[in-house]
């Protein structure tokens, strides 16, 4: 009789528990990714996580790692604190659009500009989704919200934020990468980020920073299949997919001057 | 050989928390507290992995330092009037996580950016909780340099404690002016680590949080921190007494205004009027029932004395509770009376049968 291998099963690092999430939503994808992440560098005992304000705030209840909660778009701020006070430690800071590039935009630019240790697990689905679907920093022109009923008007509402971009500019950034999370190739391309940014933490190089682009069928009033296309054909158009700062790519071994 | 030295205000509070074990320190420059920033940024290093992060902001400045906290480690902010409004985000969340840390206000004229000088105008601010929420802070109120140095570290000593965040409340006088100190041996640190968070190892993950979504929950919550500020008000609860038998009123005042109350009972006593002292050192839990003990061992009349428009008067009415008759002088806005300007209020309000009240001269 052969021998019964396990392919596939439910990573060390995340509790088993049934999530919050709505069907479709890329949050639990990416938890799950993280997790494999985890379990494979062997760093669960040593990773500390800081939950959003947001649709992942009880993110606690399923990362099976240690975490402390933030005020809402805080994260930086409080991952600095903890990475300060424990250098060899993993500290992650898991945000979504709303959190990270418009409540907490000056607490994630400087903990870009002092080049902290840290990671940024960055969820970009361009709403708040938490609340009900409102206009988010990064919500598409023309995107209908409930607070831009007729769709976001740049001069009414003002562009989409490229959050990514701005900090890829700052000396203190190690790696920034925009992924997406809408089919098995790309999936697994954005595990391969996550682990490039928290080996590059490891090695402390540098602020490290990964963008998924995540659907949320929910507050795009959606089917799960439709909001997966309307990542790949409209998001992705306004939000390149790609490396946008990879220090070591460029032949430095780390951005300290 | 004594060990006293002459330090200004803010410099104390500064070797203090560097005595007292304080291993992150995140502050953003607002005057009049600058001095205890520059302090830590020079001395965080002399305690073993000390940290000193000039932060981009208070809210973020609060917000490290509950990062830092949540580890273990010993913490503290400080800042003026404008930043502590700033910070209160991070007050609340630290009491509703019940995180320890010390937060200092060098405090200004307000509201608003008000002015630089010495004012006493976050009374309530401080004592009323500040940010959102059902929770309290203990608030410590000292009058000199030897208090500031005395008072910081027992901050420390609380905020552990009680694993709350603790104010150490002072006015831009108490912080730029300069005395004798003498630094006491710190109290070992006695501090549960079982709830920090420092990575699960083998064990079991944990997590701090203060998001507690079904009403029970939140509810049994609030009342687990009621019970934790109940025993804060029956064992800290402190304050100054100096009373004597013949006096014919107690001022009730604190920090700066203590000091200029005690020039003024000087003079008022060489005019042969005898007049004492309540002076609170801990603003919240207010020292209620002991200014009861003392309007009902006698004193008929009660001055209230601050450089703000009367709101530590609210918590004497209530302390007092109509047992003796209570007048208020109070100068806000930076300007800081002469004792003397303190004594011919008091004389005059003695002898002047007719004033029931009065919030002016």
Known sequence: MAKEKIIYQRPKSLKKAYTHYCPGCGHSIVHRIMCEVFDEMDIRGITIGVPPAGCAVLAYFYFDVDMQEAPHGRGPAVATGIKRMLPDRVVFSYQGDGDLAAIGTAESFHAASRGENITVIFINNAVYGMTGGQMAPTTMLGQKTTTSPAGRNSIIDGYPTKISEALALMPGTAFIERCMVTSPASILKTKKAIRKAFEYQREQVGFTMVEILSPCPTNWKMTPLKSLEWVEEEMKKHYPIGVLKDIKAQGKESNAE | ?361
């Open chain 2, 1 to 361: 050989m004594t060990n006293k030295v002459l330090m200004q205000g803010n410099l104390v509070i500064g070797e203090a928390a560097i005595r007292s074990g304080c291993r992150f320190y995140a502050g953003y420059p607002i005057t009049p507290q600058n001095e205890i920033t520059e302090y830590m940024a020079e001395n965080t290093a002399r305690v073993e992995g000390g940290v000193f992060i000039q932060s981009e902001s208070e809210i973020a400045a609060i917000n490290m330092i509950a990062g830092a906290s949540a580890t273990g480690a010993r913490v503290m902010t400080s800042s003026s009037g404008p930043g502590i409004s700033l910070k209160q985000e991070g007050i609340s969340s630290m009491a509703a996580c019940e995180l320890p840390g010390v937060i200092v206000n060098i405090m200004r004229g307000g509201p608003g950016l008000g002015n630089i000088l010495p004012a006493q105008g976050d009374y309530f601010q401080a004592t009323r909780g500040g940010g959102h929420g059902d929770y309290r802070t203990i608030v410590l109120a000292p009058g000199c340099a030897q208090e500031l140095a005395d008072l910081t570290m027992d901050a420390f000593d609380l905020a552990d404690k009680y694993r709350t965040p603790v104010i150490l409340l002072a006015d831009g006088m108490m912080g730029q002016m300069m005395e004798p100190v003498v630094f006491r041996k710190p109290k070992p640190r006695e501090y549960r680590t079982e709830f920090s968070i420092t990575g699960a190892g083998e064990g079991k993950s944990k997590f701090i949080k203060g998001l507690i979504l079904p009403a029970g929950d939140m509810e049994a919550h609030n009342w687990k921190l009621f019970r934790k500020y109940e025993e804060i008000t029956r064992k800290e609860t402190r304050a100054v007494c100096e009373i004597n038998p013949d006096d014919q009123a107690v001022i009730v005042a604190y920090g700066t205004a203590s000091r200029i109350a005690k020039g003024a009972i000087k003079r008022l006593k060489d005019q042969g009027i005898s007049v004492g002292l309540f002076r609170p050192t801990t603003l919240w839990p207010f020292p209620a029932a002991e200014l009861l003990r003392v309007v009902r061992g006698g004193t008929k009349k009660v001055l209230v004395f601050e450089m703000s428009t009367g709101q530590m008067l609210e918590d004497v009415r209530l302390a007092v509770q109509g047992v003796a008759e209570i007048d208020f002088y109070g100068r806000p806005g930076g300007t800081v009376p002469p004792p003397v300007e303190l004594a011919n209020v008091i004389a005059r309000r003695l002898t002047d049968k007719k004033r029931v009240f009065n919030h002016f001269e």
